[in-house]
C-alpha cells in the first residue's frame, strides 16, 4: 500500500531533550516536507526537500533540522525542543513537486508537547 | 509569494443543508489549487485539485469547486452535507516548490 509514514505518533518530552521524528515514503516520491499544524494558523511548512541530500528551509525552520541521506527517508529533528514546538507535524511526499499535476500525500501526523 | 485566505473559521450545519466554503488566493497567472479535508485525528486527504480546463472540479464524497478567476476564488461546495462531514477543511495553492495553505474551515454537522 502506497503511504507516508511517521514515528511516533505521539511524543511527550522535555525542554532541551533531543528528539527525531522519522518520515517515511515507500513511493519513490522525490519530495518530500515537513509542515507543523497550530490552530488558527492552518499549516506551515518547516524544511523541504526536492531529492537526496537537497534540503531547504520553509517558513518556519528555526529550532529544526532534516537529513535526506536516502529518498525514502526524511527525518525531522529538534535539537532542543522547546515548548512553543508543541504542535502536530505532518510529513508529506509527492512525486515531484516542479509537475504542475502533482498531489502531495500526508503522513498519519506526530502530537508533539515539550514541557 | 502567494497566500491563501479562508473566511469562514468555523461553519456549523445542520445535515441536509447545503455548504459553501470560502477560499481566494493572492495572484493570478497559472494557478494550482486544492482542498484537503481532515477528519478528527486523521491525516490530510486529497478532496479535489484543479490545474487547468473546466473551472468545475468535482471531487470525492459528492464536493465540487469553482475555479473563478476574476475573483480569485475556489470555493468548495456540497449540496446536502451529512454528520460524516465534520472535520476541517484546508484551501491551498501550489507556489513553486511547496504548497501554501489557509487556515482551514472547522465544519460540524449536526444530525
Known amino acids: 500500500e502506497a503511504q507516508v509514514t511517521q514515528n511516533p505518533r505521539y511524543l511527550i518530552t522535555v525542554t532541551g531533550k533531543k528528539l527525531t521524528v522519522t518520515c517515511s515514503q515507500n513511493m519513490n516520491h522525490e519530495y518530500m516536507s515537513w509542515y507543523r499544524q497550530d490552530p488558527g494558523l492552518g499549516l506551515r511548512q518547516i524544511y523541504y526537500s526536492m531529492n537526496v541530500e537537497v534540503t531547504d528551509k520553509g517558513d518556519v525552520p528555526e529550532g529544526y533540522k532534516v537529513s535526506r541521506k536516502e529518498k525514502r527517508n526524511f527525518p525531522l529533528i529538534l535539537e532542543s525542543p522547546s515548548p512553543n514546538q508543541t504542535s502536530l507535524y505532518f510529513c508529506?511526499?509527492?512525486?515531484?513537486?516542479?509537475?504542475?499535476?502533482?498531489?502531495?500525500?500526508f503522513g498519519p501526523g506526530t502530537r508533539l508537547t515539550v514541557l | 509569494a502567494q497566500s491563501v485566505s479562508q473566511h469562514n473559521h468555523h461553519v456549523i450545519l445542520s445535515e441536509a443543508a447545503s455548504l459553501e466554503l470560502g477560499c481566494n488566493y493572492s495572484y493570478g497567472g497559472t494557478v494550482n489549487l486544492f482542498w484537503y479535508v481532515q477528519y478528527p485525528g486523521q491525516h490530510l486527504q486529497l478532496l479535489l485539485k484543479y490545474f487547468s480546463g473546466d473551472p468545475l472540479v468535482k471531487g470525492i464524497k459528492g464536493f465540487e469547486a469553482e475555479f473563478i478567476k476574476s475573483k480569485f476564488s475556489f470555493n468548495l461546495r456540497k449540496p446536502s452535507v451529512q454528520w460524516s462531514d465534520t472535520a476541517e477543511y484546508f484551501c491551498?495553492?501550489?507556489?513553486?516548490?511547496?504548497?501554501?495553505f489557509g487556515t482551514g474551515t472547522r465544519l460540524q454537522v449536526f444530525p
Open positions: 491551498a495553492v501550489k507556489d513553486t516548490d511547496k504548497l501554501i
Open positions: 508529506a511526499s509527492s512525486l515531484s513537486v516542479t509537475d504542475y499535476t502533482d498531489t502531495q500525500y
